[in-house]
Nanobody, 131 residues
């Protein structure tokens, strides 16, 4: 099993920045990819971006490309979501998630944008962007 804990959410003005963290514990050796999703009230959960657990490959949703950056610190078993130039429409609960190596090894991140391609989930952290 893998446990995920997000942190770093909060309230920020439009144009500002926030960095979310997702600390993984447990059998992290089983992770192939980590992703960030978000869900705003009344909307379905949507893919934000993903990174492979090893290597530097990332993939982003068009809505955040150029503004958000995902990085990883394997020594700390932590994945980060740096969010710049935030907009009110970025307001949502942000979730990190992890996918199993045994199920998805070799897959392209662009094929792993559905939330069904993730096996472990954090509890979520609220991000609110004021106009």
């Amino acid at each position: 099993q893998v446990q995920l804990v997000e942190s770093g959410g909060g309230l920020v003005q439009a144009g500002g920045s926030l960095r979310l963290s997702c600390a993984a514990s447990g059998r992290t050796v089983n992770i192939y990819h980590m992703g960030w999703f978000r869900q705003a009230p009344g909307f379905e959960r949507e893919f934000v971006g993903a990174i492979k657990w090893t290597g530097d490959t990332t993939h982003y949703a068009d809505s955040v490309k150029g503004r958000f950056t995902i990085s990883r610190d394997n020594a700390k078993n932590t994945v980060y979501l740096q969010m710049n130039s935030l907009k009110p429409e970025d307001t949502a609960v942000y979730y990190c998630a992890a996918g199993s190596y045994f199920r998805y090894a070799g897959s392209r991140l662009s094929d792993l944008v559905q939330d069904t391609k993730y096996d472990y989930w954090g509890q979520g952290t609220q991000v609110t962007v004021s106009s």
